[in-house]
């Protein structure tokens, strides 16, 4: 009586992933209705497969490296390299590794970091974004099987990329916004989250309430669906708004890996019915992120995935 249990995001056991049936159907539902869900792995990693706090402390040594030496971090696509010095939001630095599954990407970022090469952090990044998108293609293709569209997996993974991006905020000084990262839906088809001791990330509910993301154990993930992924499932995924607040005198560090498709994404043909009108013309991925950048109304709350590729409906 007069107490609403606030709603949670779900969280879901990795070791279940593996062996339980009937987790693709629930792994499908947390995305539909959260745009998001917990998955604790501490069962199935090893601290020699990835060491997260060796990870996050490599992010420290890659921070502290002179600005000059980050802003070397370019890329021909928006969002890939180094991003910082936003006026707006002053708390936030951050730096994107491109092909980040493979060993010649992290190679060719370290490199262009410490031209005299870092084997440790070379080696720690590449075994983290290799675990992580282990995990980020079974929930990819859990997701195809729970809609009974697997025959399209393969060639979808053919197609995928990771980026790899790593992002500091430092705490605000007096009468500075507290808003590490503004409210924003991501870009990606699928990104997973991670952070380390210090919280902050927030993610709104499709009834607009604002849920502070509390990683269960240091081997946690956030799983969230991007605007890609809204888009190829016909408005059924949804891909929540979410940002960092920072409270608090620490420094936060955290870890994204973001899947994008390098061509065209199509709405499968199974999901689109009498009951479930086509919504989303096809798209190129990389083209929605341009879009992304130079539409450039980042500020507000507004569909961009909608504005690039919706299906307009008339009456
Ligand atoms: O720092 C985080 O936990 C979230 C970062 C984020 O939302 C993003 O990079 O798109
Ligand atoms: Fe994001």
Redesign the pocket.
């Known amino acids: 009586m007069g107490f609403v249990a606030q709603p949670n995001i779900p969280v879901i056991n990795m070791v279940d992933m593996k062996q339980k049936t009937g987790i693709s159907d629930q792994v499908r539902h947390a995305l539909e209705e959260y745009g998001c869900f917990l998955v604790v792995c501490d069962h199935v990693i090893s601290e020699e497969e990835v060491n997260i706090k060796e990870t996050f402390d490599s992010l420290k040594t890659l921070f502290d490296l002179p600005m000059e030496t980050k802003v070397k971090n370019t890329s021909d696509k928006a969002y890939h390299g180094y991003v910082g010095q936003i006026p707006f939001l002053p708390l936030l630095e ?1 730096l994107g590794i491109e092909h980040a599954t493979s060993v010649h990407g992290v190679k060719s970022f370290t490199n262009s970091m410490w031209p005299s090469g870092n084997h440790n952090f070379c080696k720690t990044i590449h075994s983290y974004a290799k675990l992580v998108s282990k995990i980020e293609e079974t929930v990819r293709k859990m997701v195809f099987e729970s809609y009974g569209v697997q025959k399209y997996h393969e060639s979808f993974n053919e197609s995928v990329t990771y980026l790899l ?1 790593v ?1 500091k ?1 430092r705490p605000p000084i007096a009468n500075e916004t507290k808003m ?2 503004i409210s ?1 839906t ?1 870009k ?1 088809f699928i ?1 997973i ?3 380390h001791q210090v919280k ?2 927030e993610v709104k509910t499709k009834d607009n309430k604002w849920l502070p ?1 509390d990683y269960p154990t240091p081997f946690s993930f ?1 799983v ?1 669906a991007g605007d890609a992924f809204k888009a190829w499932s016909n408005d059924r995924v949804h891909s929540p708004y ?3 607040v920072m409270n608090g005198d620490e420094c ?1 560090y ?3 890996l ?1 899947t994008y498709h390098k061509g065209i994404i199509s709405v499968p043909e199974e999901l689109v019915d009498d009951e479930h009108l086509r919504k989303y013309k096809s798209f190129d991925h990389f083209g929605y992120l341009d879009f992304y950048d130079k539409d450039s109304l980042f500020e507000q709350e507004y569909s961009h995935i909608k504005s690039f590729c919706g299906v307009r409906v008339t009456y």
């Open positions: 951050s991006r992002m905020y590490g990262s924003h991501d990606s990104s989250l991670s952070q902050g990330l993301i956030l969230m979410h940002r960092v936060r955290s870890i994204g973001f």
